[in-house]
């Protein structure tokens, strides 16, 4: 239900109607402050209003002549309008347009992102919980280290998320800006009040100085958090095609009746989606790196980010937003084995509890360094033999001397993998 009532949304906002309505927005509310400044008569800001219209097919004829946008866009309002249009774009220029359109744009984009960045965030925070004392194994350098709970690998997505949370808030209030300055930003044949009333009215701020284009370091800004936010999203996914190895199991992504795996081997169950996501965050990373590339232009002022723009806006929002919809429904249908989470907690017959042995051992005044020989001679017999490393253990005299039965079963229990779950979700939901 989620993808499908929101992605149209985002599909309509980058397309090319909403694009000239926007820019058509902004050129309205300009006319409208320079009406109340006495530098647009009544009579013609009403004919505006009231005739105001454009035509995206009628646009594009006229761009591929004059090969200019904006002035392509100019030329079919004034179509409409009549006479009255010359006092439409008094005194701007495009980027005047272009830029104050893409920062509404963006915002609302990057509202939409917003929100599915909280839903992803709660369908985490869910899983988290009914997950939260569900023992797996712990990987280091992708080898068997200590238990740990499959709620707190959640938990941890969660709080990384809501790390992008707060920095996708900061992005939008960056990119929420406006100008309406001039050539070269120096506000040589208009009113600064026009930006002003212009700004207020959209829902933006203006900006403290332009050159002619609204600076790209909010631009790169937005699309660098967009590329962390796909890269936490990349990190969910890769985890999750590692849990579903044949070798591991422990989780499944959702694969439905008539679903297929393979066009060769009918019995293959792949992760799909977990792949689909971490490809694609390779573009989010990408598109990121153009947008440091248009920072820094000719004089401050050129078209050589515009081009690039028109693409990797539209595909970074739409994108991380289709991906953010895939994580949740990833998260949401995920199918989870715990009989096999708890077979691979045992799978190395004991070893989990090798850094329990040691600190046992130093505790009852052996060095640490002689401590770990025999810790790690045992565990190295356990590794070739698969005999239980406790078994083992029990063969050392220096083991069996200093540790009677009942400390030997406190340090081969797994209560001490779980005792701090509790304190540790406190810290992340601050319940």
């Known amino acids: 239900m989620i993808e499908r009532y929101t992605l149209p949304v985002m599909t309509h906002l980058w397309s090319l109607e909403n694009k000239f309505e926007t820019w058509l927005n902004v050129e309205i509310a300009a006319t409208e402050a320079m009406n109340k400044l006495g530098l647009v008569p009544d009579a013609d800001l009403k004919n505006i209003q009231q005739k105001v219209q454009f035509k995206v097919s009628e646009i594009n004829d006229i761009e591929n002549k004059v090969h200019h946008d904006v002035i392509a866009f100019l030329t079919n309002v004034a179509e409409y309008v009549g006479p009255s249009a010359r006092y439409i774009h008094l005194g701007m220029t495009s980027s005047d347009v272009i830029d104050t359109a893409n920062s509404i744009l963006m915002k609302q984009a990057g509202e939409i992102i917003l929100a599915s960045i909280k839903t992803c965030m709660n369908v985490l925070k869910e899983s988290a919980y009914k997950y939260k004392d569900m023992l797996c194994i712990g990987r280091s350098h992708g080898i068997h280290a200590e238990p740990t709970t499959f709620g707190l690998k959640l938990a941890l997505w969660y709080d990384e ?245 009942d400390e030997i079963n406190s340090i081969f229990s797994l209560d001490k993998f779980t005792n701090n779950v509790d304190s540790i979700f406190l810290r992340v939901f601050n319940i």
């Open 161 to 405: 998320m809501h790390r992008n949370l707060i920095r996708w808030q900061r992005a939008i209030e960056m990119i929420s800006v406006g100008q309406i300055s001039g050539a070269v930003g120096n506000y040589a044949h208009l009113p600064i009040e026009v930006e002003t009333y212009v700004c207020k009215k959209l829902g933006l701020k203006p900006v403290n100085i332009s050159t002619q284009v609204i600076q790209r370091d909010r631009y790169a800004e937005y699309l660098s958090s967009i590329a962390i936010i796909g890269s936490t999203l990349e990190k969910i996914a890769l985890e999750i095609r590692h849990l579903q190895r044949t070798e591991v199991h422990e989780v499944e992504e959702n694969f439905s009746k008539e679903q297929k795996g393979s066009s060769a081997m009918p019995h293959k169950k792949n992760p799909i989606i977990a792949e689909r996501i971490c490809g694609l965050a390779r573009i989010l990373r990408s598109n990121a790196m153009t947008a440091f590339e248009n920072n820094a232009l000719w004089h401050e002022r050129d078209i050589s980010h515009s081009s690039a723009e028109r693409i990797i806006i539209p595909d970074s929002t739409s994108l991380i937003h289709y991906l953010l919809l895939k994580t949740i429904a990833l998260i949401e249908n995920l199918i989870v084995f715990p009989e096999k989470m708890m077979g691979n907690v045992n799978l190395t017959n004991g070893l989990i509890y090798s850094q329990s042995v040691l600190l046992a051992l130093a505790q009852k005044g052996i060095s640490r360094e002689k401590a770990y020989k025999i810790v790690q001679k045992a565990a190295m017999e356990c590794w070739d033999t698969k005999e239980n490393f406790q078994d083992i253990l029990k063969k050392n005299e220096v083991f069996t001397s200093i540790l009677n039965d």
